[in-house]
């Protein structure tokens, strides 16, 4: 395929990353399809930090995004030039199960149709509702997935990998969630009040008379402000967006005294910013076990289950007279890195 014939073929969404002639450059291929344009700013990170770990590791390497609007497209435009040891991966997150169908649906198809290449699911927690339609759920992924014997499935908290052995006969890594991989130096930021960061969605458990409660008790420590990861204000954001978003939650979190959250992602990016956090769980886990699997050891983030607003008293208290200390996980991403030399 000459790049005339290929210029013809390219529609909005694929390879956003790159010069479109690159698709047809010697170097190996690692394809990403998935890539979010939905608002959630905790896989917007985790697409940002796929591709920074790809570049930075492995920069022989071309990596080409493709976004989730233009899966389709994308995977006809891939099968044009794919060559025998590139590789095929789909984005991370939390979101392999049933509860969100259609990135599901993405996935078994990208596994399916690219059953004879390597094939990778980047770092994910896994979630198949145990109901009639959850089950039925499973089976359709199991069907897709095990039609790919080159596939392999990251696993990013302990739960999930006991999950994918027990659901998939696909080989599985684990490894912390892809934003931990990023090296960021936190801007030095005045601060002030609380940040509640606080999921709207299906796997919201908190009580609303509860986080009443404890943003009426949070007003002793100064201002208190309530926000998502998940924008309401831009309906989609694209690959050239991403960034500009990322940052700017990072400073809404780096100018705060502490974050309270149930967003796993709002915890991450505590850490980066050396921002005390009190976190609290979603419906089936992740946030919980990616703390207790990974982040246990800083002294300045702190998972809960409790709602005794003393105990809570107890615990804001401790972490803001912490001094932040770090954790060091390059190691822990270490089958990662060997999956893209092999």
């Known amino acids: 395929m000459n790049t005339e ?17 690159d698709l047809l450059n010697d170097k190996r291929k690692v394809f990403l399809f998935g890539s979010p344009s939905y608002t959630n700013i905790g896989d917007q990170a985790i697409a940002y930090a796929e591709e920074k770990f790809i570049k930075n590791h492995f920069p022989y390497y071309e990596y080409i995004e493709v976004m989730d609007y233009a899966t389709e497209e994308g995977i006809k435009l891939v099968k044009e030039i794919i060559k025998e040891d590139d590789i095929v991966c789909f984005t991370g997150g939390g979101n392999l199960g049933s509860l969100y169908l259609e990135i599901e649906e993405d996935r078994r198809k990208v596994f399916e149709v690219f059953k004879d290449y390597k094939t990778i699911s980047l770092p994910q927690s896994v979630y198949f509702e145990d109901t009639e339609e959850g089950n039925l759920e499973k089976q359709k992924s199991q069907d897709a997935y095990h039609k790919n014997r080159h596939l392999t499935i990251a696993a990013r908290e302990s739960q999930t990998l006991e999950v994918v052995k027990d659901t998939f006969n696909s080989d599985v890594i684990y490894t912390p ?11 030095e930021l005045k601060r002030d009040g609380v940040l509640f960061i606080l999921r709207a969605d299906k796997e919201k458990v908190t009580d609303e008379d509860f986080i009443t409660e404890l943003m009426k008790w949070s007003e002793k420590i100064g201002p208190v402000d309530r926000t998502d990861t998940v924008l309401s204000e831009v309906d989609i954001i694209d690959y050239d ?19 309270i959250t149930d967003r796993l992602h709002a915890m991450v990016f505590s850490i980066i910013t050396n921002t005390p956090c009190l976190v609290f769980g979603n419906s089936y886990g992740k946030a919980k076990h990616s703390y207790t699997d990974w982040l246990d050891e800083l002294n300045f983030i702190e998972y809960t289950d409790t709602q005794d607003i003393g105990e809570l008293e107890r615990l804001v208290e401790k972490l ?4 932040p200390n770090r954790i060091h996980l390059a190691e822990d991403f270490q089958p990662l890195k060997d999956f893209f030399k092999n």
């Not at 969630?177 to 801007?187: Q, R």
């Open 5 to 21: 014939i290929l210029a013809g073929k390219l529609v909005k969404g694929i390879a956003p990353n790159i010069d479109a002639k």
């Open 320 to 323: 803001m007279r912490a001094e």
């Open 241 to 259: 967006e991403r960034e500009k978003y990322f940052l700017e939650m990072l400073e809404k979190i780096g100018s705060s005294k502490i974050v």
């Open 177 to 187: 969630d892809m934003v931990l991989s990023l090296d960021i130096v936190p801007k």
